[in-house]
C-alpha cells in the first residue's frame, strides 16, 4: 500500500513551469499506454502536498515540513498475464535544486516512508542508480535518479534476474519521455474498466451492457469495473459490475457447468428458491431469461430483491445474485430492483465482441 500521509490535495492550481517541471506534475506520470496489455491503475495513486510521516521518521517529518515538497505516485496492478504483478511510479519535487539535491541523499527513506518502495542495495549507473527491493509481496527491482528539482523512481514486483532489470529500465525510459514532454492524460486512452474483460483466458462468451445502458423510464447506468475471477469466489468466471444514480447492476457469467453445481448449494439457491419468490421467463434470441422477485425476510409485500438468470448454451448469466447468507434486501428506491428493471437488463444484454 502506498502511504497514506503522502497526499493531501490535488494536483491542481500550481504555478507555470518549464517541460522538465511541468505545469501539473500529475502530466509527467507513466500511464497505461506505457505499460504491457493486461494492467490496470491500483487504488494508491494521486498527487498533491507531501505530508509527514507523523512521527514514524522524525527527521525526514523535519525535512519534509522545511522543504515542502508536492509528489505524483502511481500504482499499477495485473487484471491478467504475467510477471510483474505490480508497477509503481513515485516523483518527488521539491522548491530548489538545493533541496532536491537533499532528497537524492535520503531517497531511501523518502521512497520507503512514501512509497513502499524498499530499496536494499543499489547499482549506479550512468546518470541512474539500479536498485533491489524486498517488496512488498515479491522481491523487485527499479531505478531512480534525480532530473532537476525532481527525485524519480520507477519500479516493478514480481520479475527477477535480467528481465527484471530491462523491463525497470523500459518503464524509466518511458517516465523520463513523459517527464520532458509532459501531456495531460487523454481519458479515453486511460479508462482502464474493461481491461480484465481483455483477458484471453476468459473461458466463457462475455455478454455485458455496454460501457453505459439506458433503458425507457430507469436511470441510466455506467461500466464500473469488469474483472475475470476464473472461478473464484463463488465461482463465477467473470463479474460486472454497473452503477448509477441511487441504481446499481451485477452481471455474473458462469460456466454452465459450473452454475448448475452452484444453484444447488444454499448460497447459490439464496433469494429465487423461496417459497414466496415470484417467477417470470422472458424468451430471447438463442437464449431464456427467468426473472425472479424473492424476500430475504419472510413473504409480507412486495419483494426486495430481484434478480434474473440468463441462459444462453456457453454462458448463464446471474443478474443480481447473492453474495452472502445473511444479505438483506436490495434498495427500494433502485429501480432495476424490479421487475421491469430486470426484464430491461436481460433483453439489453449482448455480446462484448
Given at each position: 500500500?502506498?502511504?497514506?500521509?503522502?497526499?493531501?490535495?490535488?494536483?491542481?492550481?500550481?504555478?507555470?513551469?518549464?517541460?522538465?517541471?511541468?505545469?501539473?506534475?500529475?502530466?509527467?506520470?507513466?500511464?497505461?499506454?506505457?505499460?504491457?496489455?493486461?494492467?490496470?491503475?491500483?487504488?494508491?495513486?494521486?498527487?498533491?502536498?507531501?505530508?509527514?510521516?507523523?512521527?514514524?521518521?522524525?527527521?525526514?517529518?523535519?525535512?519534509?515540513?522545511?522543504?515542502?515538497?508536492?509528489?505524483?505516485?502511481?500504482?499499477?496492478?495485473?487484471?491478467?498475464?504475467?510477471?510483474?504483478?505490480?508497477?509503481?511510479?513515485?516523483?518527488?519535487?521539491?522548491?530548489?535544486?538545493e533541496d532536491a539535491e537533499r532528497a537524492?541523499?535520503?531517497?531511501?527513506?523518502?521512497?520507503?516512508?512514501?512509497?513502499?518502495?524498499?530499496?536494499?542495495?543499489?547499482?549506479?549507473?550512468?546518470?541512474?542508480?539500479?536498485?533491489?527491493?524486498?517488496?512488498?509481496?515479491?522481491?523487485?527491482?527499479?531505478?531512480?535518479?534525480?532530473?532537476?528539482?525532481?527525485?524519480?523512481?520507477?519500479?516493478?514486483?514480481?520479475?527477477?534476474?535480467?528481465?527484471?532489470?530491462?523491463?525497470?529500465?523500459?518503464?524509466?525510459?518511458?517516465?523520463?519521455?513523459?517527464?520532458?514532454?509532459?501531456?495531460?492524460?487523454?481519458?479515453?486512452?486511460?479508462?482502464?474498466?474493461?481491461?480484465?474483460?481483455?483477458?484471453?483466458?476468459?473461458?466463457?462468451?462475455?455478454?455485458?451492457?455496454?460501457?453505459?445502458?439506458?433503458?425507457?423510464?430507469?436511470?441510466?447506468?455506467?461500466?464500473?469495473?469488469?474483472?475475470?475471477?476464473?472461478?473464484?469466489?463463488?465461482?463465477?468466471?467473470?463479474?460486472?459490475?454497473?452503477?448509477?444514480?441511487?441504481?446499481s447492476v451485477t452481471l455474473d457469467l458462469?460456466?454452465?457447468?459450473?452454475?448448475?453445481?452452484?444453484?444447488?448449494?444454499?448460497?447459490?439457491?439464496?433469494?429465487?428458491?423461496?417459497?414466496?419468490?415470484?417467477?417470470?421467463?422472458?424468451?430471447?434470441?438463442?437464449?431464456?431469461?427467468?426473472?425472479?422477485?424473492?424476500?430475504?425476510?419472510?413473504?409480507?409485500?412486495?419483494?426486495?430483491?430481484?434478480?434474473?438468470?440468463?441462459?444462453?448454451?456457453?454462458?448463464?448469466?446471474?443478474?443480481?445474485?447473492?453474495?452472502?447468507?445473511?444479505?438483506?434486501?436490495?434498495?427500494?428506491?433502485?429501480?432495476?430492483?424490479?421487475?421491469?428493471?430486470?426484464?430491461?437488463?436481460?433483453?439489453?444484454?449482448?455480446?462484448?465482441?
Amino acid at each position: 500500500m502506498l502511504a497514506a500521509t503522502v497526499l493531501v490535495a490535488g494536483c491542481g492550481g500550481e504555478s507555470p513551469e518549464t517541460a522538465r517541471d511541468p505545469p501539473r506534475l500529475e502530466a509527467a506520470m507513466l500511464r497505461l499506454g506505457d505499460l504491457p496489455a493486461g494492467f490496470r491503475y491500483g487504488d494508491d495513486r494521486g498527487c498533491g502536498p507531501v505530508g509527514t510521516t507523523e512521527g514514524s521518521v522524525p527527521d525526514l517529518d523535519e525535512f519534509i515540513i522545511e522543504t515542502r515538497p508536492r509528489a505524483c505516485l502511481g500504482e499499477f496492478s495485473r487484471a491478467y498475464g504475467g510477471e510483474p504483478g505490480q508497477v509503481l511510479t513515485a516523483l518527488f519535487r521539491f522548491e530548489t535544486d538545493e533541496d532536491a539535491e537533499r532528497a537524492w541523499e535520503r531517497r531511501k527513506e523518502l521512497f520507503g516512508s512514501y512509497a513502499s518502495i524498499f530499496i536494499t542495495s543499489e547499482r549506479p549507473r550512468r546518470e541512474v542508480v539500479e536498485f533491489d527491493s524486498r517488496g512488498l509481496n515479491e522481491p523487485g527491482v527499479g531505478e531512480t535518479w534525480r532530473d532537476g528539482r525532481l527525485v524519480v523512481a520507477v519500479y516493478e514486483e514480481g520479475l527477477s534476474g535480467d528481465a527484471g532489470r530491462w523491463f525497470a529500465r523500459d518503464l524509466a525510459e518511458k517516465q523520463r519521455g513523459r517527464i520532458e514532454a509532459a501531456h495531460e492524460p487523454d481519458a479515453e486512452q486511460e479508462d482502464d474498466r474493461e481491461v480484465g474483460l481483455d483477458d484471453p483466458a476468459i473461458a466463457v462468451p462475455v455478454y455485458w451492457l455496454g460501457r453505459d445502458f439506458t433503458a425507457d423510464g430507469l436511470t441510466r447506468l455506467e461500466l464500473h469495473r469488469g474483472d475475470h475471477l476464473g472461478g473464484s469466489g463463488p465461482g463465477s468466471e467473470v463479474k460486472i459490475d454497473y452503477e448509477g444514480e441511487r441504481a446499481s447492476v451485477t452481471l455474473d457469467l458462469w460456466k454452465p457447468s459450473e452454475w448448475e453445481g452452484f444453484k444447488t448449494t444454499r448460497l447459490g439457491r439464496m433469494i429465487w428458491s423461496g417459497p414466496c419468490a415470484r417467477r417470470g421467463e422472458v424468451v430471447l434470441e438463442g437464449g431464456r431469461a427467468e426473472i425472479y422477485g424473492g424476500y430475504s425476510k419472510g413473504c409480507e409485500g412486495d419483494p426486495d430483491h430481484w434478480l434474473a438468470h440468463v441462459y444462453y448454451p456457453a454462458v448463464v448469466i446471474a443478474v443480481n445474485m447473492s453474495y452472502c447468507y445473511m444479505c438483506g434486501g436490495r434498495s427500494p428506491t433502485d429501480p432495476f430492483n424490479s421487475r421491469e428493471g430486470m426484464e430491461a437488463v436481460v433483453r439489453g444484454l449482448r455480446p462484448r465482441r
